[in-house]
C-alpha cells in the first residue's frame, strides 16, 4: 500500500473546501510540495493524482481543470499534454469581454514568454 496516503501530516496540510482541496504546506512557485515515498519532493498534485488515478504516462503532465494551482482534488486534475495544459490555461477574453481569436489577437516576445493583446482595445486606444 501507497505509505503516503496514510502520512496524518499530509493529510493536516490539505484544506476541503466545497470544491478545491487547498495545499496549506511548502510551497515553491506556484505548486505545493510534499515528500513522495521516495523521499523526493514532488507536487502534491502529481502525489495525489497517481493515489487517486494512477501513474501519469511520459510526456504527460497535470492540468488543474478548477485553475486554483494549489488544488489536489484529484476530480480537478486531469493528465494532458503541454500543449493542451497551455491550450487550457490561455484567456479566452480581454479584460473588456472581447473575445481573443487568432484574428483579434496581436502576439509579441517578452521576457517571460509570448504576450498577447486584443486588437480591438489597442485600435480604440
Known sequence: MNTIIDNNRL???????E?????TGGVSGHYGYA???EGKPEGI??????????????GLEIDHLCRNKLCCN?????AVTHHENLKRA????CKNGHELTDDNVTTF??????????KTCRRKK
Not at 19 to 23: A, G, I, L, Q, Y
Not at 90 to 93: A, E, F, L, V
Not at 109 to 118: F, L, V
Open 11 to 17: 493529510w493536516k496540510k490539505i484544506e476541503k473546501t
Open 19 to 23: 470544491t478545491c482541496w487547498n495545499w
Open 35 to 37: 515528500i513522495n515515498d
Open 45 to 58: 498534485h502529481r502525489i495525489l493524482f497517481k493515489i487517486f488515478k494512477g501513474d501519469i504516462s511520459n
Open 74 to 78: 484529484p476530480e480537478h486534475l486531469e
Open 90 to 93: 490561455m484567456k479566452t477574453h
Open 109 to 118: 516576445q517578452t521576457w517571460s514568454g509570448i504576450g498577447r493583446k486584443c
